[in-house]
Structure formats: C-alpha cells, structure tokens
C-alpha cells in the first residue's frame, strides 16, 4: 500500500525536483515564488497532457480526453501543471492532490503511473505501513518540516536582502553627506582650534600671563586674609581734613588655575582683580572697582615683594585718590599689607544701627572653629594706629602726584 495525501506528493516533488535539477543543470529555489517552478511544471505538463491516451501503457486511472487540446496552449490545456500548483503541494497546502499531478510525478520518476508502481514499488520510501512508526511519522514530518523551512529561509533571506539593500541605499544617502560635512566641519575646527591656540600663545607672550609656576609654599604664604593699609585719602583735594589719613582695606586671596583672585573690601568701595607671581617673592596684583555694570573703572597696578620675614610687606602702586569729578587723579603710592590668617569667608553688614553709629562699613570674619572678628573700615587719622613703623610706611611722604603741585601732600617739615 502506498502513501498518500501530502506525504506522498511532497515526496514525489522533491525527487522530481532533484531529478530536474541533475537532467537540466538548472536550480530551482524552493521559496514561495511561483515563478520558479514554472519551467519543471512545463515539463511535466508535456507528461500530463498524455495521459487520457497512456493509461493501458503506463498504468494509471483513466482520464477524459481534453477538448481544447490542440486549440490551446500552456497553462490553458485541461491537465497542465502550473507553478503554484507544485508550490502549494511542497508547502503542504494541499490535502488531496490533483490525481492527474500524482501520476505524471511517478511517470516522470519511474516511467510508470501510480496503479502499476502499487503492482511492483521499487521506492520504499512511498511504501505506507498499516500502523505507521515513529521513524516513517517522523520521516514525513521532516520532509515537510524541511521543505517549509527552505522555503521560509530563502523567502526571508530575499527579504532580508532587499531590506538591507534599501537600508544601504538609504544609509548612503545620509552617511556620505554626513562625512562630507564631519570632514569639512573637523578641518574648520582644526583651523580655528590651531588659530586660537597661536593667538593665545600670543596673548601669553605679550601680556606676560603666568610666566612662572607657583609653588605650593608660595601658595601658601600668599593665598588668605589680608589688611591692607593706604594713604590715598591725604591726596582728595576736596577733602580739606585730608592730610595724615589712612584707610583699612581687607583682602580675601585664594588661589585658582595659576594666578590667585583678589577682592578687597574698603570703606567706600570694593576692589576685585588678580595677583600672579612675575617670578620668586615678585607679585603683580591687578584690580579694578566692583560694579554692576562690568566696566573696567579706575584699573590700578601693584608690585610687591613677597618676604616672610617682614610683619609689614609693601606695595608701589599705580592708584587714584578716589576724588570727585575733575579732582580724581592718578597717584603712586606705598600701600602696605599684613597677612591675619587663613580659611573662612569676609561677609559685609549693610544697613544696620552700627552702620550708621560708626560711618563705616562693618566686615566680619567668619573663621572655622575660632571667634567671629568685625573690622569696621573708615577713613582715621595716621596716628590712631598706633605703630611707629607702620606710620612712616604710609605717612604723606609715601605719595607721589602724577604732576607736581604744591599745597596737595602737607610737609611736615613746615
């Protein structure tokens, strides 16, 4: 007995489809495009057109004869087997197979039709057993399991293909225009980057910026609280009590990149700026007025020598007195500073009773671990400080006008 239904035409698809490809050298892919069964289904419609005058020769059933043969050609003839219709079969789609498709595969595989294959099967492969085994269930299962995967395979590997395809193609459009512009925008930035380097090697050069690398005992010795003393009153010609004046200021320094920031706090304005070492124990210290406008008003220059061993450091400085109107000038001066200690933050009281009681300005020191100290700033006379050698430092004799001119510093000589 032998088998039938899908196992038995998957089978005979297959072995028709090997037998094809070994006579004709040609491939056919078993996917689920029609097409390429198109010319093994013309070659087995040469068979199956025969098969209403072939049955006593080849033994199969009989078959009507075709009315339109002769009138008609392929796929038009009543017994022609298309492409789809060797498709379907090979992906299990049909259950009960054309008769007419079932012989012409045997006559095509064995030169006989399926009644006489029964009378003498020389394929045991075809052969059904009355209770089917697990090797001929499994052999079926894999026949067909494997012929729909081939077919999945290749349908998805055609997907796959063309989807990568236009993925590329889509990819192409975007990429190479992308590094077009990386490339170009890479060179620019290149450019600009080389020019930006150069010119601030220039800036370097020419305005002298950080020349010299600091120490971390020099950090030390300078980075702080300081007080800063200057006689810069004495010069304000619209001030008539000005001779023997001094003011207080106190200096915050912290180190930052190189160079140290500096904001100082005076009893009538702030100052904020930098300092950097020129070279061992030399500072530059460049400051400017506060404001809230960022203008650079009233710049000013110091130089001061660094020395540990002195209480008091001075400071030639390129200053103003500070006047009114016409009567701000620029002046040299000695100023001259003391270092009080190190850590904690200044923090300036505005708008309270001892404002206003002492006509200053109120700065507290706000120190980890130690008792808050106030510093009240204001314009006092020389002698309130009480330290000889801190009073000739600053006296009248540490001014220098810009333009001689008698009456401005007072001679203590007269």
Not at 140 to 155: C, D, G, H, P
Not at 208 to 220: A, F, G, R, T
Not at 347 to 354: D, F, K, L, S
Request: charged share 25%.
């Amino acid at each position: 007995m032998l088998k039938k239904g899908k196992e038995e035409i998957i089978y005979l698809l297959n072995k028709s489809i090997e037998k094809f490809q070994l006579e004709t050298g040609k491939s056919i892919v078993q996917n689920t495009n029609r097409k390429n069964y198109e010319e093994l289904a013309i070659t087995l419609s040469e068979i199956s057109n025969q098969l209403p005058e072939t049955a006593v020769q080849l033994g199969h059933i009989h078959y009507e004869p075709d009315p339109q043969k002769g009138k008609a050609d392929f796929p038009f003839r009543k017994y022609d087997i298309t492409g789809g219709q060797i498709k379907d079969a090979l992906m299990g789609l049909v259950a009960n197979p054309r008769p007419f498709l079932v012989d012409t595969c045997y006559i095509y595989l064995y030169k006989m039709g399926r009644q006489a294959f029964e009378l003498n099967p020389n394929d045991p492969s075809l052969i059904a057993t009355e209770e089917p085994n697990s090797s001929s269930k499994d052999s079926y299962s894999i026949i067909t399991e494997n012929q729909q995967l081939k077919l999945r395979l290749a349908a998805l590997k055609n997907e796959t293909s063309q989807s990568i395809f236009q993925r590329l193609k889509f990819y192409r459009l975007i990429f190479i225009p992308l590094c077009v512009i990386f490339l170009a925008g890479a060179i620019y930035f290149w450019n600009l980057n080389n020019a930006t380097n150069a010119k601030w090697n220039s800036i370097q050069e020419d305005f002298n910026l950080l020349p010299y690398k600091v120490s971390q005992s020099e950090i030390d010795s300078l980075e702080g609280i300081w007080i800063c003393y200057t006689s810069s009153p004495q010069a304000r010609l619209s001030d008539p009590n000005r001779f023997h004046k001094v003011v207080a200021n106190l200096v915050d320094i912290k180190y930052k990149d190189g160079y140290f920031t500096y904001k100082r706090f005076g009893a009538s304005f702030d100052h904020i700026g930098y300092i950097q070492f020129e070279s061992p124990k030399i500072l530059s210290i460049h400051s400017r007025i506060l404001n809230t406008d960022q203008k650079n008003e009233y710049p000013r220059h110091s130089l001061m020598s660094l020395n540990k061993e002195q209480t008091f450091l001075s400071s030639i400085s390129a200053s103003w007195n500070f006047d009114a109107g016409e009567n701000n000038r620029i002046i040299g001066i000695r100023e001259v500073y003391q270092k009080l200690g190190k850590g904690g933050r200044l923090e300036e009281v505005m708008n309270t009773p001892a404002n206003a009681s002492c006509q200053c300005k109120i700065i507290k020191w706000h120190q980890p671990n130690l008792p808050l100290q106030s510093f009240n700033l204001k314009n006092m006379v020389l002698d309130s400080l009480k330290n000889p050698t801190l009073i000739k430092l600053i006296d009248e004799k540490s001014i220098l006008l810009k333009d001689p001119e008698p009456g401005v510093i007072k001679d203590n000589n007269k």
